[in-house]
């Protein structure tokens, strides 16, 4: 009997591992830098306290507005006034791309990827979900690098260096202006399929519920910019979830929580190993822009920021590298691990598909982009 229980843990196990594919990959690569680096106090230090209060609060608020049946009547408008797929796509990829300028990228995906199923869902369009994603996700990560605060390690940088405002945008426009234009080329290639809804459910807005939800969707947003404290403002979102909604707490993407968790020991990690501080420090100078890139495809680009920072005063090629950096690699930027997370969701069989297309569209802008950028840094 506790043979078969044992091998019944043991499958639950390894379902486990396969169903949540990144996560595996991040705790091993994390077991393997703690070797280098043993578990001390200082790991406390890694975590990002605030961005994993925000999206805990952001992921509970969204499935609250899931269960009122907010985005199938926004989805629902959405098909009725932009009538193709081109343009619902460009419509769901800009939004999301204007929404990492003002909420930042994790933020903007946490919201509009789920109004991207619906939409294609009661369409079924679903064969065009992997591609939206994946735009949506691009567009995430270039959108909100054009302003100080639209990205976290624009933030920092922006800080660290003491850029002037208008120094600032001045280095970021070019590059900027180059990704809306490729965003906008690549929508273009989707067919111009007219949209009808299908079996359209005559879901009626529940306005007091999705007032509530609204605040408390501020309130998240508010913890971002540090308005509101995120241990306070986490307690409240929690306890008025629990009152009015207690499955949104229950829905919580936990993986994807525990995902950020244990990236963020690992890149902590990774900054503590001498030798890769003096390779860094080595190789940085011989061109920061590619180095700034590669870097961000194996720490991910918020890491990038603060590790290469320490190494260089470079900071007109540093700051479009952990921006332009955070396309390639599933690991890049954490957005990707939010995109990749929703996505499981709805096809967890078409996974394989989904990192192929991620891939050569992701490696495709970052080619691209780095070439512009490189001839914006000849010319300035």
Avoid at 237 to 266: Q, S
């Amino acid at each position: 009997m506790q043979h078969l229980n044992f091998k019944k843990i043991i499958w639950k196990i390894f379902y486990f591992a396969m169903n949540q594919f990144v996560l595996t990959i991040a705790v091993l690569a994390t077991l393997v830098t703690c070797i280098f680096v043993p578990i001390d106090k200082q790991y406390l230090s890694y975590f990002d306290w605030r961005t994993l209060a925000t999206l805990f609060c952001t992921l509970a608020v969204v499935c609250a507005f899931s269960h009122i049946h907010v985005f199938e009547i926004l989805s629902r408008n959405i098909v009725r006034k932009l009538h193709t797929l081109r343009n619902a796509t460009l419509g769901l990829v800009f939004i999301t791309f204007i929404g990492s300028m003002i909420l930042a990228n994790d933020m903007a995906l946490l919201t509009f990827l789920p109004l991207g199923w619906y939409v294609l869902n009661s369409t079924n369009n679903r064969q065009a979900l992997a591609f939206t994603f994946i735009m949506q996700n691009i567009a995430a990560n270039l959108g909100g690098m054009v302003t100080p605060f639209g990205n976290p390690q624009n933030l920092y940088l922006y800080s660290y260096y003491h850029i002037e405002t208008r120094e600032f945008v001045q280095i970021m426009l070019p590059i900027f202006l180059a990704a809306t234009l490729l965003i906008v080329v690549v929508c273009l290639f989707v067919k111009n399929t007219p949209l009808t809804l299908e079996n359209e459910e005559n879901y009626t807005l529940d306005y007091k519920r999705t007032l509530i939800y609204s605040v408390l969707f501020t309130a998240s947003i508010l913890i971002v910019f540090r308005i509101v404290p995120y241990i306070i403002g986490t307690f409240i979102i929690t306890l008025l979830l629990l009152l009015l909604d207690k499955k949104a707490i229950m829905k919580v993407n936990y993986p994807l929580l525990a995902t950020f968790c244990v990236f963020f020991i690992f890149s902590g990690n990774i900054s503590r190993i001498p030798a890769v501080s003096e390779f860094f420090s080595w190789l940085l100078p011989k061109n920061t822009l590619l180095i700034g890139i590669l870097s961000c495809q194996v720490i991910s680009n918020v890491p990038s920021a603060v590790l290469l920072s320490h190494f260089t005063t470079d900071y007109q090629s540093l700051l479009p590298a952990v921006n332009i950096g955070g396309l390639g690699t599933i690991i890049a930027s954490l957005a990707s691990l939010i995109t990749i997370s929703e996505y499981r969701l709805h096809d967890p069989k078409g996974l394989k598909k989904y990192f192929v297309k991620f891939t050569a569209l992701n490696v495709g802008f970052l080619i691209i982009l780095y070439i512009v950028q490189s001839i914006v840094l000849a010319l300035y």
